[in-house]
T-cell receptor, first 114, second 109 residues
Framework: NAGVTQTPKFQVLKTGQSMTLQCAQDMNHNSMYWYRQDPGMGLRLIYYSASEGTTDKGEVPNGYNVSRLNKREFSLRLESAAPSQTSVYFCASSEAQGGGETQYFGPGTRLLVL | RKEVEQDPGPFNVPEGATVAFNCTYSNSASQSFFWYRQDCRKEPKLLMS?????NEDGRFTAQLNRASQYISLLIRDSKLSDSATYLC??????????WGAGTKLIIKP
């Protein structure tokens, strides 16, 4: 079991470029999440998907879009990257979306926007 | 006021010592509470859930004080491998966890 995998691990973008961060889980979890982590701040939820076919905004969705491609995969797209989007991005999954379940995280993507 | 607040540290502690840190939360309706551990440049991993009656897992003890709205984590007989950042997590709503910024712990030989 690989758990939660993310690609790429590192990325450097220029302002205005676009990219998609990929996430996949092999634990048959229903719920998936995208977070960003910035120095001195807690993880902040960007988008989540409670189940296949549904997505909802989290705390900081502006500038991002997501796609729940199937039960395993949940991608995050930056259409026009901005320096404020420089961050570490984590994908996570859980069995359900009640808030009491353990979330399992991928290794993260470190993004630098110049 | 932040919804979840933690002392960022670092806490520098000698190996074998006992260390404790707290986390305060603002939403009195919060339903569930957790401690996650994050090693440097790695992903967070669940350390333990925090139950109303308190709970213990080996050298780790977690407590919840609803009246004062804080949770605590106690680590006894600390090991070098306990060096990490400890993240306090609170569930004030059913779908969205609120994460503290973390407390950094450094265990020194």
């Amino acid at each position: 079991n690989a758990g939660v995998t993310q690609t790429p691990k590192f990325q450097v973008l220029k302002t205005g470029q676009s990219m998609t961060l990929q996430c996949a889980q092999d634990m048959n979890h229903n719920s998936m999440y995208w977070y960003r982590q910035d120095p001195g701040m807690g993880l902040r939820l960007i988008y989540y998907s409670a189940s296949e076919g549904t997505t909802d905004k989290g705390e900081v969705p502006n500038g991002y879009n997501v796609s729940r491609l199937n039960k395993r995969e949940f991608s995050l797209r930056l259409e026009s990257a901005a320096p404020s989007q420089t961050s570490v991005y984590f994908c996570a999954s859980s069995e359900a979306q009640g808030g009491g379940e353990t979330q399992y995280f991928g290794p993260g993507t470190r993004l630098l926007v110049l | 006021r932040k919804e979840v607040e933690q002392d960022p540290g670092p806490f520098n502690v000698p190996e074998g010592a006992t260390v404790a840190f707290n986390c305060t939360y603002s939403n009195s309706a919060s339903q569930s509470f957790f401690w996650y551990r994050q090693d440097c440049r790695k992903e967070p991993k669940l350390l333990m859930s925090v139950y109303s009656s308190g709970n213990e897992d080996g050298r780790f003890t977690a407590q919840l004080n609803r009246a004062s709205q804080y949770i605590s984590l106690l680590i006894r007989d600390s090991k070098l491998s306990d060096s990490a950042t400890y993240l306090c997590v609170v569930n004030p709503r059913n779908y969205q966890l609120i994460w503290g910024a973390g407390t950094k712990l450094i265990i020194k030989p």
